[in-house]
Nanobody
């Protein structure tokens, strides 16, 4: 099993910033990629940003230039710096890890989510 625990969500005014964190623990062994997804009420879960073991990143068009994903490989932790937040960014943000472990084979795990609310 791999455990992910997101933190850093909360209430912020439009134009504000938040930094989400997600440490991975357990039978990690080798992580291929980590990423952030979000789901707003009544909408499907969507990709926000991902980062691979090689350091490449990918962003949803809606967050490019405002959000930055980063990863501390020593701590098996992924971060999402969110700046210039808009009401449309409000959602539950989920962390996802993709990797391989001898006991698990290829795996994908999700965190429990952290709420981000953008409102004045």
């Amino acid at each position: 099993q791999v455990q992910l625990v997101e933190s850093g969500g909360g209430l912020v005014q439009p134009g504000g910033s938040l930094r989400l964190s997600c440490p991975a623990s357990g039978s990690i062994f080798s992580i291929y990629a980590m990423g952030w997804y979000r789901q707003a009420p009544g909408k499907q879960r969507e990709l926000v940003a991902t980062t691979t073991r090689g350091g490449s990143t990918n962003y949803a068009d809606s967050v490019k230039g405002r959000f930055t994903i980063s990863r501390d490989t020593a701590k098996n932790t992924v971060y999402l710096q969110m700046n210039s937040l808009l009401p449309g960014d409000a959602a539950v943000y989920y962390c996802k890890v993709t990797g391989w472990a001898p006991s698990l084979g290829d795996y994908n795990y999700w965190g429990q989510g952290t709420q981000v609310t953008v409102s004045s």
